[in-house]
């Protein structure tokens, strides 16, 4: 009795332990969790500030901030943005100057050593010595905002902080600068990537040969490639140094990789004035890249649209007289050098003299490490990217747009209080290094494309890397503003670009290389062609359209092939049939879809692989897809033959091949049943967070939502490229409908939320509106944001 007695008390007495240690676990996630969650009602007092700041929220939590003066505006603006979007905010600032280490670990030591070489921030010193007081004092202001967050705070921060253990440190200007210049590298990077392959390339087909798969190949003038060979050693410690900066992928820092715009005129338009759409192509993460913002100063400024958590200025948006949306303009920005160094590896060699390598320690703090000192390179062009292998007598250096002289913020500055056109050139003028085309609408009727950005002036074709040892090949500026393309009020009555070629072979500079295919830019033009006159609804579902004109090119090559085989099997009749009726939606409740883009990866392989050896699966894939673009139309017939049978195969043999391969695939990798091929059972998004990848912190504090089904895929207009099998993660990181003749019938919707704090009502409020292709009214006049009121805060000055 006494031993069962005893037992009874220890089994209690351990149980009580447990509950305690549970509900301690559970006030103290709950602490973690919501300590940082916002004021949204009330009042409350701002240090700083001049006078009171009303601040609207909506269904979804937009601020709608109003202010009598900029100062407070932007002060209001950067409390404001930090409440919801700190730790974001910190980890983008973390990436620009390479401190990422500070906070992950080891593991990151080369990514900051890489994003250090960038030398982002002394960009930005640059760009803030350089800026005009008015933009400046706006700027300061929302750094006060910060700060006076990051100070009133204390402990209760956003969960990833007291997780991690850190507290940020004090904002700055040049930290709002810093988040531009990561932008304009990410942008930049593919081009660095494509002229290491295409290098590779030539030395394993031969030049003339790799010429041909180059897409959009032209060069003017007299044609001249060095005639070296550049060590194994050297490009792969230069491809594993550039590539080390991809880890910043998982953190969910993934600016512009492609993007749509269009706009129609008055003259095609239900209302009688323009209507312009955009959709900016971004890593899809949580939290997303863009915060919804509305800043308001009665009588003087009022402009809505998205901003990037860090800086203070509307990327893109409309104000009360232009709209405007963004493009990658696909700027070939970055050119690669062999430079002639010595043994000591302190001197390199240009126009017959040897000259320093200018070196710089670096101090990586480490989180539980020891701090790492490295050196980094540099030739009057930029970095030595060669990492550290010791090539004997050579090195790359990088030349980027990045490290010269632009001034995004004050475009963004100029966009608040741009009236037209003119005012709208004068403020694109100031890019450089992110460069975009710029779609264009006004209340007066116009209507306009412009590109906006930094064109190096070079003797070469920039997807060669070039000698280093004569500055011949140096950069010879920039395009001036003046010759950069533009269109305004075509007679079309319409304007569009996505990510295509910008201009024929007639314009005098070369721009870039790496286009996207034409197929977004295809179908948004057939849908422009469609109709004469457009509604805001047409242009709704315009926007979210998920035909394939890809598949619509390349599937009646497979028709033609596969037709009047006389040995298809069951399957392969029923996925034939399947084929033969698809219209090209790319729907998530469609099969084909499913068996098109296994397809495109399948005879891609067939017909490229074989040659190509290891480098094929290296491949730039818009080298790939220019490829294929090419056996559609027709243009060549390089690579056709499978070089591991005895036979000669033709291209419809191949497609036979790839048709019954890809059958065979699915059948054993879904089911032999094709009603299990559904495109959004195989194809997802799920909005993750960088920390959501640990298991039991996602469920303690909820940081991934989804997954989601979803269509499309990276040829159609509703964009959702994906990765590794079929799992989305880049896709329209914003939609915007903007209607100028009236402006609350415009409509936005964003793949996430406001905010970033998981315990938020608005952290990923948005995504089931965003995956099922709808969109929420965007309150712009006081009296629709009054309407849409579901929370005001007061913000004041002390007494």
């Keep these: 009795m006494l031993i069962m007695k005893m037992l009874k008390i220890i089994l ?78 910190d980890l983008i600032r973390r990436a620009t100057t390479g401190r990422l280490s500070e906070i992950f670990g080891e593991d990151y030591v080369n990514t900051d050593l890489f994003l250090r070489a960038l030398r982002i921030p002394q960009k930005s010193k640059m760009i803030i010595e350089n800026s005009e007081s008015d933009m400046l004092a706006c700027v300061s202001a929302y750094v006060d905002g910060v700060n006076h967050y990051i100070e009133s705070a204390g402990k209760k921060l956003p969960p990833e902080f007291r997780i991690l253990g850190y ?163 696909m700027v070939d920005d970055i050119d690669l050098y062999l430079e002639m160094t010595n043994p000591e590896k302190t001197k390199y060699y240009c126009d017959g003299e040897w000259h320093d390598i200018r070196t710089v320690d670096e101090t990586i703090k480490v989180k539980k490490g020891d701090d790492q000192v490295l050196q980094l390179r540099f030739t009057h062009r930029g970095p030595i990217i060669s990492g550290f292998r010791d090539v004997e007598g050579a090195d790359l250096s990088m030349r980027w747009s990045g490290n010269d002289m ?10 608040t209080k741009a009236s037209g056109w003119d005012d709208f050139r004068e403020a694109i003028s100031w890019f450089n290094t992110a460069s975009q085309n710029f779609a264009y609408a006004d209340v007066d009727g116009n209507i306009g494309l412009h590109a906006g950005g930094g064109i190096p002036i070079r003797e070469l074709h920039g997807s060669f890397i070039m000698p280093g040892d004569s500055s011949r090949y140096d950069w010879k500026g920039y395009v001036p503003k003046d010759q950069l393309p533009y269109s305004f009020n075509p007679g079309y009555g319409a304007v569009s670009s996505a990510n295509n070629k910008t201009v024929d072979a007639d314009y005098p500079y070369y721009i870039g290389t790496y286009y996207t295919m034409p197929y977004r830019i295809n179908r948004i033009r057939e849908m422009i062609s469609s109709a004469v006159v457009f509604s805001v609804d047409d242009f709704k579902r315009m926007i979210t359209d998920r035909h394939s004109n890809y598949a619509a090119k390349l599937t009646p090559l497979i028709i033609n092939a596969v037709e009047g085989l006389s040995d298809l099997s069951e399957q392969e009749n029923r996925v034939f049939e399947g084929i033969r009726e698809w219209d090209y939606d790319m729907g998530p409740d469609i099969i084909m879809p499913t068996f098109f883009d296994h397809f495109l990866k399948i005879l891609a392989s067939k017909l490229l692989s074989d040659e190509l050896g290891e480098l094929f699966k290296g491949m730039n894939g818009t080298i790939r897809d220019y490829y294929l673009l090419g056996i559609i139309r027709g243009d060549h017939d390089l690579y056709i033959d499978d070089t591991g049978t005895e036979n000669t195969e033709t291209l419809n043999e191949i497609l036979i091949a790839s048709f019954r391969e890809t059958v065979t695939l699915l059948t054993e990798k879904y089911s032999a049943d094709t009603s299990k091929w559904l495109w959004g059972d195989i194809h997802q998004f ?17 940081f991934n939502v989804g997954p989601f089904r979803v269509g499309g895929s990276n040829h159609t207009v509703s964009t959702y490229s994906y990765s590794g099998e079929f799992v989305v993660d880049h896709g329209a990181s914003e939609r915007h409908v903007f209607n100028t003749a009236d402006w609350d019938d415009s409509y936005t919707v964003i793949p996430t939320g406001i905010s970033g704090l998981p315990a938020s009502e608005f952290y990923c409020s948005q995504i089931l509106t965003y995956c099922e292709d709808r969109f929420y009214r965007d309150h712009f006049s006081l009296q629709a944001v009054k309407e849409a009121q579901k929370y005001l805060l007061l913000l004041k000055p002390p007494a």
């Design 406 to 415: 632009s001034n995004e913020l004050m475009t963004g500055y100029l966009l």
């Design 686 to 702: 799920t909005a993750s967070h960088p920390m959501g990848s640990i298991r039991v912190l996602d469920r303690l504090f909820g």
């Design 12 to 89: 209690f007495t351990i149980l009580s332990l447990i509950i305690v240690a549970l509900a301690v676990l559970f006030f103290l996630i709950r602490d973690i969790s919501g300590s940082a969650l916002p004021q949204y009602d009330g009042e409350l007092i701002l240090k700083g500030l001049q006078d009171e700041v009303s601040v609207y929220r909506d269904e979804r939590g937009i601020p709608h901030i109003y202010g009598v003066n900029e100062h407070d505006l932007y002060m209001v603006t950067g409390y404001i943005m930090a409440q919801e979007r700190m730790w974001q905010m």
């Design 167 to 329: 507290k940020p440190d004090p904002w700055t200007m040049e930290d709002c600068a810093n988040i531009i210049g990561y932008m304009g590298w990410d942008l930049a990077k593919n081009n660095m990537n494509g002229d290491l392959f295409i290098y590779k390339l030539i030395q394993k087909i031969g030049r003339e040969e790799a010429i041909r798969l180059i897409p959009y190949y032209n060069i003017k003038g007299e044609f001249v490639y060095p005639d070296f060979k550049i060590d194994e050693a050297l490009l792969a410690a230069a491809g594993d140094f550039v590539n080390s900066a991809d880890k910043v992928k998982g953190l969910g820092i993934t600016p512009f990789t492609g993007s749509n715009n269009w706009a129609v005129s008055g003259e095609r338009s239900s209302t009688g004035k323009p209507l312009l759409s955009n959709d900016m192509h971004l890593g899809l993460s949580s939290p997303g890249i863009w915060i919804q913002m509305h800043l308001v100063i009665p009588g003087e400024m009022n402009i809505t649209g998205v901003i990037v958590p860090g800086e203070p200025f509307i990327i893109a948006g409309h104000n009360e007289r232009i709209a405007w949306g963004e493009t990658n303009l």
